[in-house]
């Protein structure tokens, strides 16, 4: 059993995710930014902690994460507010990064997008510019960091029911890039005990191979 902690455990793919870890026997501990939201996240087996990390200083999240094996990034501000979305998607993120080297949680797992990074072609008059860039940014300085990391980037998301069945690294993903949130969900809780998957960027879409099996093909 390992203890996990989710920010941005009110999400829709965190909601799913700290339940498939709850029900594989983890201590799951979900950081939620509004105290409304703590019974959802509580019906789902993890333990609600009140935490705005978008106000919170480095050392008040690494405070947060004494005593977890690993840390998975779901928060988000949402768009709209291109300001938010920096605070939030780039700035909180990279505190996040920080306190989780400071506290010794080696293991992280970014939920990012496919397609993000520096080249992620988003023009700057586009709304989605602003996430794009910050996903870029947190991306990368996670990259930079010695956590034991893994950056997952899920195609267009949906609320289709989880197939657990995947296509890792898309060759043609315009064809289409579909990923429905429960199979988010399963690869996140997945990579959590695959140590193979340590150091990898992995973009994927809904497909037709099993979870594991497609995280770990050569």
């Known amino acids: 059993m390992s203890r996990i902690a989710i920010i941005g455990g009110h999400g829709k793919v965190a909601l799913q995710l700290s339940r498939i870890l709850s029900n594989e026997g983890h201590e799951v501990t979900s950081f939620v930014r509004n105290p409304e939201h703590a019974p ?23 405070s947060a994460l004494n ?8 928060a988000g501000a949402g768009g709209g507010d291109p300001d938010r ?52 940014a947190a991306d990368e300085y996670l990259r930079g960091t010695d956590l034991d990391w893994t950056i997952l980037g899920p195609g267009a998301l949906t609320g289709n029911p989880g197939s657990a069945l995947i296509e890792v690294d898309p060759l043609d993903p315009g064809t289409g890039t579909a990923t429905s949130r429960a199979n988010v969900a399963l690869v996140a809780a997945a ?15 809904d ?3 099993a979870v594991v099996e497609a995280l770990t093909a050569s």
């Open 67 to 74: 005593g977890h094996d690993a840390v998975v990034w779901s």
């Open 207 to 209: 497909g037709n191979v």
């Open 40 to 62: 959802e996240v509580a019906a789902t087996g993890a333990a609600p902690v009140i935490l705005d990390v978008e106000q919170s200083t480095t050392a008040e999240i690494a």
């Open 85 to 136: 979305t920096y605070a939030v998607d780039r700035d909180a993120a990279i505190r996040s990064m920080d306190a989780a080297a400071q506290q010794g949680v080696a293991r992280y797992v970014m939920v990012s997008y496919l397609g993000a990074g520096p080249g992620h072609g988003v023009p700057e008059d586009n709304s989605f510019y602003a996430y794009a860039e910050a996903k870029a």
């Open 191 to 205: 990579v959590l005990e695959l140590p193979e998957t340590i150091g990898r960027t992995i973009e994927f879409r």
